[in-house]
């Protein structure tokens, strides 16, 4: 497994993205929140993923950038415990609940703990 995160894998549907909020399941883990939706991807892909900061919470682009670079980053790495163990496909998305700027470390260990989380939750359905 490679860990890649490439352009099949990004979650641009905007109508996929509105699904998410409206019918998506949900883990949390402070200060990551990971929705999720079993749904038919377009692309020969397993998992579509986005990222989302909230924009009340953190004001300047470049701050909110640099978180979404942080989730993308811990997901990249971690994602290879998903896609060995889950069936079906699925799509993503890794929203920041935190008030102020995390370190890499913790963005880590909250995306691996939600990764297992949904790992055992998917496992039971």
């Not at 699904?19 to 883990?27: A, D, P």
């Not at 950038?65 to 993308?72: D, M, Q, S, T």
């Not at 699925?90 to 929203?95: I, M, S």
């Amino acid at each position: 497994m490679s860990f890649t995160f490439p352009k099949e894998e990004k979650l641009k549907s905007r109508k996929l993205f509105n699904t998410l909020f409206t019918q998506g399941k949900s883990i949390t883990k402070y200060p990551v929140k990971l929705i999720y939706l079993k749904t038919e991807l377009p692309k020969d892909v397993k998992i579509q993923m986005g990222v989302a900061v909230p924009k009340k919470s953190f004001k300047s682009a470049v701050k909110r950038n640099r978180i979404k670079r942080l989730l993308r980053e811990a997901y990249r790495l971690n994602k290879p415990m998903v896609f060995n163990n889950s069936e079906g496909n699925f799509a993503f998305l890794f929203l920041y609940l935190g008030k102020e700027m995390p370190n890499y470390d913790l963005v880590e260990n909250s995306i691996r703990t939600i990764l297992q989380k949904f790992n055992n939750t998917t496992i039971n359905e």
